[in-house]
């Protein structure tokens, strides 16, 4: 392996591509915030809110199994060779068995979802258990939609274009707030209203990329399923899949063994722990997700082409980015978390109480926000190396941790003992990611390991640092704004400590100099 050196333009690239797709990543997050606001409106954390956030987990959960949680980390590594290989017919074979093999197996999995969903029901003890039947029998063709989204999302980030995929969720997220409003007076509760909008907003999730990829030339058609099946491309993305649907089927089991747990622990708690949750997505999605997505095929490329020094650097900077943003943001979330859900969610329907549950699970789901983002982008590392055992094993074995917590802590804690399993899994889920990624000479996994732990040593205490006035500030400010309404005062108390926090990190790092953060700084003066 050559030696690997600190390459300002890779970092920098790193940097501009994942942040044009943040930009549209946050657009997204923050239009999910709102859907979660107006859910919060209408249901609250009532039973019926319960059997909503059941009915969409069973096709997200499907959804995160088949669709980019295993599709993209198998296809986008094998469409990379065909890339390099230049064949136009074999590329547009390859495509055409991958559509079939993919439509055929989605629409026979909604199929089965649709018949079976009494039966997946009865495991969550669900109160409103015909609505929970209802609602998810209405969103499951979802998965199909989400599937052929995630196939296209693969093939146009293969060829370095990211907006489409970052547009995709947005158009789902506006019209499930859209159809929540305009179509509750037309149905029985405004929960079928929302799942009408997650049905049509999947649908249009896969149009919006189809046009982008037939105007780079690519085509779909179907073929018989035995062609399909027989493609090498089709066996080379199965035999990637299969250990990774193994070890999604287990992340996801954790869902499954989560939910099931909080349903029988009280009513509310299955909506205050995805409240929190989408709390936290909101964060992650903005940088994890879409560096994770952008550094896949750069990845993929560097490691079929042997370039493990950019390999290493990429990996390394995309790591330090992580923490530059996560970190921070962890702390100040900590500081600021009932004031953000009061801001967010608290309505008529979501009250004290709601605040209370939601609060304690957003207390024990923050700190493993760090390591959650680390996986996201640790896990591409393997799979550019066309390696999807190692991430499927550190899956499973960091979900034995998550249940077996999870049992333990929620007899005393209730929804916080599940959201504490969860952050601890993570970071047993990290540690192993790291010790597997070890087996590849040439990934640099003990430079990566002592540059990245230094690094967040200085962002622990950079944070910690950066937080005082805003734990000094918190009993000042609400008080100063107590004349206006409350979403005004938290409002403007949350944007005040904010503008603090975000000043007083930006003078520590601008001091030390910190390479991530001067390389953003260049990036925006267009150097």
Known sequence: MTGSRDNPDSRRNLVKHGSALSLLTLVSRILGLVREMTKASLLGTSALSDAFSVAFMIPNLFRRLFAEGSISVAFIPTFKEYLLKRDKETIREFLACMFTFLTFFASLAV?????????????????????????????????????????????????????????????????????????????????????????????????????????????????????????????????????????????????????????NAGEGIISSLQYSLRLQELILGIFAVSIGTVLLPDLSEYAKSGRWDIYNERLISAMQIIALIAIPVTFFSLAEGQSLIRLLFQTRSFNENSVSLTLAAFTFHMPGLFFIALNRILAPAFYAQSDSRSPTLAGIISFAVNMVLAVILVRSMRGSGIALALSLASAVNTALLLIFLKKNPNVAVKRALGSVCMYTLKMLLFSAAAVLPVLWLNPVLPGAFAGGSRLAALGVSILVNALVFGASGVLLLFISRDRQFMAVIRLLKGK
């Open 111 to 263: 199929m089965i979802g649709i018949l079976l969903a009494p039966v997946i029901v009865s495991f969550f003890g669900m109160k409103e258990f015909d609505e929970t039947v209802l609602l998810t029998r209405i969103m499951f063709p979802f998965l199909a939609f989400i599937s052929l989204a995630a196939l296209f999302q693969g093939i146009l980030n293969s060829l370095h274009i990211f907006a489409p995929s970052g547009l995709a969720p947005i158009l789902l997220n506006v019209t499930t707030i859209l159809c929540s409003y305009g179509l509750s007076p037309f149905t029985k509760n405004p929960a079928r209203a929302m799942a009408v909008g997650i049905f049509i907003g999947g649908f249009l999730e896969a149009a919006i990329q189809l046009p982008f990829i037939i105007k780079k030339g690519h085509v779909f058609f179907f073929v018989s399923l035995k062609k399909a099946y027989k493609n090498p491309g089709v066996r080379t993305v199965l035999h990637l899949i299969g250990p990774t649907i193994i070890g999604m089927a287990a992340y996801q089991l954790n869902d499954l063994v989560s939910t099931a747990l909080a349903g």
